[in-house]
């Protein structure tokens, strides 16, 4: 048998599997003088080296976020063909997503969502080359794990960089009352707050912030659950320990539950209006508009209360229907005596003040 040949099948017999790796070629070969010793040819040329940033990028809606990433060869051998830049954003199990961009050179093309919102930054310093993704009008379902890979012929090398969008979560239940949404129906009540459905990392980093919250709402992976700080009898019993309670995943169609929402910091502004005589709800949308403004969501009263401190104690009407006033610094006649935003639920009569937005 030819040489080659008589190796494959020594290889396929023996189980053995050398593979490829970084440019370098392993492959197992017997000896030709027949003593029965084996012999390792090694073919190699450089390694490709992918670097992307170890930390978190922090970033929040609206706004724009480099993801770094960088590539080398070792050792440096000099000019090398036209690579292939790609970038998905991942699952939390790293499995992938979406894509996101691809890059030839300096030639790109970006993919659904990301497109005319996502391109390359490319340079070159000593001897790394810049492969950065640049994302622009930042959304809040941005937010995730990103992978930047890197493919030169048959070497391909990758690293993850996670985004992290500074925001707040938040409990909604509709004017209909508890445990009235199923999983669409969640979604689109979050979208029309000014927010997306949180993920499990954004609920655990609230509970983690203070959030205590007995009743159980959807998250963005389908999955029905909620956090608790304080054990106790109704939230699944004094005996278990502090946590995120799960009821797993659930019927996104038959199954109904409140919500927890995501909304992130805000490029524009929340302010208060009021008249002597309080407002309707009609009149209040029309005093934002009088104002160059729009009626808040809720999302975005909580954003300002969070990152702008927005302390405010007089109730005001938002753009769902419902009454409500945030307070940072809790003092008498104020509600409870931690911070948050109070609610006067969806009355359908009263007189009342408004929170409006206005973009800057």
């Not at 894509?99 to 000593?126: N, P, W």
């Not at 941005?142 to 409990?171: H, N």
């Not at 009898?233 to 009821?247: E, M, N, T, W």
């Not at 006033?325 to 911070?339: D, L, M, S, W």
Request: glycine share 10%.
């Amino acid at each position: 048998l030819p040489l080659l040949l008589k190796a494959t099948l020594l290889h396929l017999a023996s189980g053995s599997y050398r593979p490829f790796y970084n440019g370098f070629y392993y492959n197992h070969i017997m000896n030709d003088d027949g003593d029965g010793q084996d012999k390792v040819d090694y073919f190699s040329g450089s390694r490709l080296v992918v670097e992307a940033s170890k930390d978190p990028v922090y970033s929040y809606n609206s706004a724009n976020a480099t993801l770094p990433c960088r590539y080398r060869y070792e050792p440096d051998l000099g000019p090398k063909r036209k690579i292939r830049i790609k970038w998905s954003k991942l699952r939390d199990d790293y499995t992938k997503e979406q894509d996101v961009l691809v890059a030839i050179g300096k030639t790109y093309m970006a993919f659904g969502d990301f497109k005319g919102r996502a391109q390359i930054r490319q340079a070159s310093e000593a001897s790394w080359h810049e492969a950065s993704l640049v994302i622009s009008d930042v959304r809040l379902k941005d937010d995730g794990k990103y992978r930047c890979e890197v493919i030169d012929g048959l070497e391909d090398e990758s690293d993850v960089v996670d985004l992290q969008l500074r925001g707040i979560v938040f409990p909604y239940q509709p004017p209909r009352g508890q445990y009235r949404l199923n999983f669409h129906e969640a979604e689109q009540v979050c979208q029309d707050q000014g927010a997306i459905l949180a993920n499990f990392n954004q609920l655990f980093q609230a509970w983690s912030e203070g959030l205590d919250w007995c009743n159980a709402g959807w998250l963005a992976d389908g999955t029905v659950q909620y956090p608790i700080r304080l054990p106790r009898k109704p939230c699944g019993g004094v005996h278990l320990a502090p946590g995120i309670r799960s009821y797993g995943p659930r019927h996104r169609h038959l199954h109904r539950f409140d919500a927890f929402c995501f909304s992130s910091a805000l490029r524009g502004e929340v302010f208060y209006l009021d008249r002597l005589a309080g407002m309707t709800l009609e009149e209040a949308k029309q005093s934002c508009q009088d104002a160059g403004a729009e009626i808040a969501r809720v999302g975005q009263l909580y954003s300002a209360w969070k990152f702008a401190g927005l302390d405010r104690c007089n109730a005001g009407w938002l753009a769902d229907g419902s009454v409500r006033y945030p307070i940072v610094t809790p003092r008498a006649n104020c509600g409870p005596a931690e911070p948050g935003v109070r609610s006067f639920g969806f009355p359908s009569k009263g007189r009342f003040g408004v929170f409006c937005y206005r973009e800057r």
